[in-house]
C-alpha cells in the first residue's frame, strides 16, 4: 500500500507528503474549547496568506462543491452569468439552476479562455447581479485572466464576483483583495497538497452584506454563520479535526520553505519545463500540443493534445503509465477523455519529478 512519492500526478487528488498525513494521527481534542480555539488561530494568519486577504477564511468539512454552493446562495440575488469552459466551471451554472438561480451561460470551445472585453460584453446585455468563473479550469488546463475580469465585473454596479480557485489557489497567484473577489473557495485537496475534505473560503464584507437579504441561505452553507464563528475561534458546525492538524502542518511547512511566493514560483517551473518538452524536444516530436495556447496555461496542470489519428488514447496513455512505470496521471476529462492527458503538476511535487515523469511518458508514447 506504500509507494514512493513522486508518482502521483492526477489534477487532484494530490499526493500527500509522509509527514503532512502523519500529522492527523494527533489526538483528539474538544470541538468548542480553548485547544480548537488556539488551533484555529495558529491558522488564522497562515490562511490569510495563501489567500492574499485581510478576511477571515473560512474553514468547512466539505469539498469545494459545498462552498461553490454556499457561493451562489450566499451570493446571487436572483440571476448569475456562468462563466462555462470546462466541466468546472460547467459545475457553478448546474448549482446555480438547482438552487432556483436564473441562469445565463455563456460558453466558449474548450481550451479556451474569456477575455476581459468578452465578458464585459456579455455581462452588458445579461442583466445578472453575479457573475461566476473557474480560475483554473481542470478538465482543459485553462487558466482564465480573473485579474483581468475583476475589473470589467466589478465596474458593473452591484455585479459580485465569484471564483473557483479549486487548482490555482497556492500553485498560483490568487490576489482575493488586491483583485476585488467577493468569494474566493477552495479544496483541501489540489495545491494545498492535502487529503480530501475541507473546503476554504473568503467572502468580501459587500458579500456578507448582501447574504443578509437572502432568504434562501439553506443552514449548512449559509455564510453568516461561518463568519460570526471564525472571529470568535470556532466553526459554526463539527470541524474535521485531524485534517486541521494536517492542514497547520502543511502551513507551517509553506511559510519554512520560503512563503506562498516560493511555492507560486516552483509550480511555475513546473509548467514551464512541461512547455519546453511540448514545444521543443520529444513532446513535439511525438506530435503533442498543449490544448490551451500560450499565456492561458494552468500552473499546475497541463492538458496536452495527442496526436490525432494516432493510436494512442487518453485513458490508455494513463493505464500504460501505471502499469510500466507506476505513474499516476489522468486522462482527458469528458468531451476531451480520448483526445486529451493531463498532468496534475501540484502541491509538492518538484522540477524534478516532473523531469522523470516526461522521460516515462516519452517511452509510453513510443509503445502505444
Known sequence: MTAPFGKFFLPGPTEVLPEIAKAQEAPMIGHRGAKTEALLARLDEPLKAAFRTANPVYIAASSATGLMEAAIRNGVRRKVLCLCNGSFSERFAKIAAACGKEVVKAEVPMGQAFEAEQVKALLANSGADSVTAAHSETSTG??????????????????????????????????????????????????LALPPGLAFGVASPRMLERARTLPDRGIYLDLIPYDEAIRKRQTPYTPALSLMYA??????????????????????????????????????????????????????????????????????????????????????????????????????????????????????????
Request: proline residues 3%.
Open 247 to 368: 492542514l497547520e502542518a502543511q502551513l507551517n511547512r509553506i511559510a519554512a520553505d520560503g512563503g506562498i511566493e516560493k511555492r507560486w514560483a516552483r509550480h511555475n517551473a513546473m509548467r514551464e519545463r512541461v512547455e519546453k518538452w511540448v514545444a521543443k524536444e520529444a513532446g513535439a516530436k511525438l506530435g503533442l500540443a498543449y490544448l490551451p495556447r500560450e499565456g492561458r496555461r494552468s500552473w499546475t496542470v497541463s492538458c496536452l493534445k495527442l496526436p490525432e489519428g494516432g493510436k494512442a488514447l487518453g485513458g490508455a496513455v494513463a493505464k500504460a503509465m501505471d502499469a510500466k512505470f507506476g505513474y499516476t496521471i489522468g486522462a482527458g476529462y469528458g468531451k476531451l477523455k480520448d483526445g486529451t492527458i493531463r498532468i496534475g503538476h501540484m502541491g509538492d511535487h518538484t522540477v524534478a519529478e516532473v523531469e522523470a515523469l516526461l522521460g516515462a511518458l516519452e517511452e509510453v508514447l513510443k509503445s502505444v
Open 142 to 191: 485553462v487558466l482564465n485572466p480573473i485579474a483581468e475580469i475583476a475589473q470589467v465585473v466589478l465596474a458593473a454596479p452591484d455585479v459580485f464576483f465569484l471564483v473557483d480557485a479549486v487548482t490555482s489557489l497556492a500553485g498560483s497567484p490568487v490576489e482575493t483583495d488586491a483583485w476585488g473577489l467577493d468569494f474566493v473557495l477552495t479544496g483541501s485537496q489540489k495545491a
